[in-house]
């Protein structure tokens, strides 16, 4: 792999994978540090995850396997500032153990935690200057802003992505658009320019050409936040979805994390099924499929790494939801595995099964009201 | 056809859906060769009836559904879980609940109004399936068929922890070594696969009669009488319950005949896989080339079309 050229003292900062956000979080970090560099890990890889499950301990869950690969990979490059951050389960914790397990690797790098008690944002605030950034709180704040309303923007269309995608005319169409949307938000540095991106795209996503079958199937999934997030991890068992013509409507995202998450809201959503919160997105995971049931779907793909403790606490409540719902749920572990062999032969079968019960229970899904399409607002509802 | 980890089974159905021939025989690791042999002797069982048979469509499932399925230009390729489904509501169309085990994998499948609703797979081991049996057969000295008799022989079956195969192995020696009886160990391995079963895969599952146990384990009569005394319903083994997928695969393979009709020659043909990394990208995909009399018929493993051709198109 080839090094970059390292001014003296000049800040190389770099960050883990997760989905396509490498995006905003790059351009706010060049945003944040004029002087600094930005450094994108390389792509997830089979390396990637070879190298991570090398150096983590053997029961820690995939995504903190994906992250010391993404490190790894970023500081062979050149990088020296490590960004983490953190949320209510093992994950508020991976900086301080991945900081120390590539330090005994022996590389030099400064470790920026977002966990915890820096995530506040006078705390934070205070980091960003402790590494060199010269902004007033105000700038810190648009900037802050700035990402996060790309983030935003970023998951709005992506929901309409995936919900539509199996469809489209022109297959390819979408993710198309979406590509070119994410190089537009590369470059974005003011509020006044995302307000256009936004117009642009809400224009050109509904003028794709799409034909939907009367009776398509819709699948909802639901499940641990990073497995979710990052198609590698997942066997890109999205896409594989849409190639059966399926709308696939996924809830959480970054956005849903920043602006939509409340746990009080997601416990009360969860209705007699949860009195109790245990743990990170656990309660949403719930939530999410009360929604799909109650909204007719067809069926629901629950996936988490391997050994997440909050959505294995999620399963046994999901077991009583499908029965009541009388909705079929699929529930797929990954820890960092390359061989897809064993995902598509459960995921082939589910579809199947789906199909079959379309046919024959067409009446009942019918008068549940779950026929038609539904375009669900995402990130904004 | 089905192509399992262990073993590959085929049939040859009549329009009526009924058995007319069939074979079972290893997999022992080299699909290609099994796929082969097995078409011999099919083709051989189909030579001694009296009338000439033609094979209309061709259907593969298993875990070598794939190469198989491009080997034979099959109809249809199809997942385990379907074909077995299809398969078992051909001869008992009122079936609620079917157990499957196999050699490396077990099933759990829940249907309703002749529709599979449920499903469900053993996941990251391969704990509660045949692979376990026939392992500590061998460990006891004895041959996986005789473990069924010898079983029901036993009056005082040991108690043997089901959860983890690594753990139930040493349960079971810490037993043998205290002086149980060896078909006591048997019965009490039997009635481990079938608890270990029942919670990995039932978990929250509501099992209704009919129940139907297929796949190579149901060759077991201790274990289909351990599963009666857990479910407390009487469960069915039919005399092709090892053949079931098979059957499922040729009847979706019927009806979705394209109307050509099937070369036995194709097990004349010499066949050859070739896996690659590809370096076309950052992904750098296992690329498995598939080639027949040394021209590339197939690819799979890519996720783009872009995977390095000139590569994938030499014979090695």
Redesign the interface.
């Known amino acids: 792999m080839s090094k970059i050229e390292r001014k003296a003292n000049e800040l190389v900062f770099s960050f883990p994978h997760m989905g396509d956000y490498h995006v905003p979080i790059a351009r706010l970090l060049e945003n944040m540090f004029p002087a600094g560099r930005v450094l994108v890990p ?2 997830i ?3 990637t995850i070879e190298l991570g499950s090398r150096y983590s301990p053997d029961f820690i869950c995939a995504p903190f396997k994906f992250n010391v690969g993404n490190y790894i990979e970023a500081l062979e490059k050149g990088a020296n500032v490590l960004i983490q951050t953190g949320l209510g389960c093992r994950f508020g914790y991976f900086g301080e153990v991945q900081e120390r397990i590539l330090q005994d690797l022996g590389y030099e790098f400064q470790f920026f935690s977002l966990a915890r008690e820096n995530a506040k944002v006078k705390n934070a605030y205070q980091g960003f200057r402790r590494l060199g950034s010269p902004h007033s709180p105000a700038k810190f704040l648009a900037y802050v802003l700035i990402a996060a309303e790309s983030i935003r923007i970023m998951d709005h269309f992506a929901f309409i992505m995936r919900e539509r995608t199996g469809f489209a005319l022109r297959p390819g169409s979408f993710e198309y658009l979406y590509g070119c949307m994410l190089e537009e938000l590369r470059q974005v540095s003011t509020l006044r320019e995302l307000i256009a991106i936004r117009r642009q795209y809400t224009d050109s996503f509904s003028k794709v050409e799409v034909r939907r079958p009367p009776d398509l199937l819709r699948v909802g999934i639901v499940g641990e936040l990073y497995t979710l997030m990052e198609p590698y991890s997942n066997l ?1 068992i999205e896409k594989e979805l849409a190639k059966h013509n399926i709308v696939v409507s996924r809830k959480m995202s970054a956005a849903f994390l920043l602006f939509g998450k409340n746990s009080r809201k997601s416990l009360k959503d969860t209705g007699k099924y949860m009195k109790y919160w245990p743990g990170a997105n656990a309660t949403d995971s719930v939530a999410q499929s009360r929604r799909y049931g109650r909204l007719g779907y067809d069926g629901i793909i629950h996936m988490k790494s ?1 050994g997440c403790t909050p959505e294995i606490n999620a399963m ?1 409540v999901l ?2 939801l ?2 009541d719902y009388n909705i ?1 749920i699929l529930y797929l ?1 990954f ?1 960092g595995q ?1 061989n897809e ?1 064993g995902v ?3 995921l ?2 589910f579809v ?2 789906l199909e ?2 379309r ?3 067409e009446k009942d899904s019918l008068s549940r009201g779950g026929h038609r399409f539904h375009f669900d607002k995402g990130s904004r509802s | 056809m089905d192509i399992g980890s262990i073993s590959t089974k085929g049939v040859v159905l009549d329009q009526a859906q009924q058995v007319i021939a069939e074979e079972y025989i290893w997999t022992e690791g080299n699909p290609i060769a099994a796929v082969k042999s097995l078409l011999g002797s099919l083709k051989e069982s189909l030579g001694k009836l009296n009338e000439d048979v033609e094979v209309c469509a061709v259907g593969t499932t298993g ?1 070598a559904r794939k190469l198989a399925g491009v080997m034979l230009g099959a109809d249809a390729v ?5 074909a077995h489904g299809v398969g078992t509501l051909s001869r008992y169309p009122d079936a609620r609940t079917i157990f499957e085990i196999g050699g490396q994998d077990a099933k759990l499948i829940l249907i309703n ?7 469900a ?1 053993n ?2 081991c391969a704990a509660g399936t045949g692979a376990f049996l026939s392992s500590q057969a061998k460990r006891l000295g004895i041959a996986v068929e005789e473990m069924g008799d010898m079983a029901l022989r036993s009056l005082a079956p040991a108690k043997i922890a089901a959860r983890c195969t690594v753990f139930a192995e040493s349960d079971m020696v810490h037993k043998a070594q205290s002086g149980y009886r060896k078909e006591d160990l048997v019965a009490g391995l039997c009635t481990a696969v079938v608890t270990n079963y029942l919670n990995n895969l039932g ?4 099992i209704q009669p009919p129940v139907v146990f297929q796949g190579g384990v149901s060759k077991n009569p201790a274990v289909a009488r351990a599963f009666e005394k857990e479910t407390g319903f009487p469960v069915i083994v039919d005399e092709n319950s090892h053949l079931m997928g098979a059957i499922g695969a040729a009847i979706l393979a019927q009806r979705a005949a394209a109307g050509k009709v099937f070369d036995f020659r194709a097990a004349e043909r010499t066949f050859s896989t070739r896996a690659y990394e590809c370096g076309g990208c ?3 995909c ?1 690329v498995v080339c598939f080639y027949q009399d040394g021209v590339l018929l197939d690819t799979w493993g890519n ?1 783009c079309p872009n995977y390095d051709r000139k590569k994938a198109a030499l014979v090695s």
């Open positions: 390389p792509p890889t089979k390396k890109f391997y046994p077991h009583n499908g029965k079929p572990s820890d390359t062999t598509q032969t459960r082939e079968a199947d099964m079959m019960r046919k024959t229970f | 875990s199809k997942n385990e879980i379907t109004n002749g529709v599979i609703v449920d499903y797979m996941t990251l978990k929250g599952k509501v950052a992904n750098q296992e996720r």
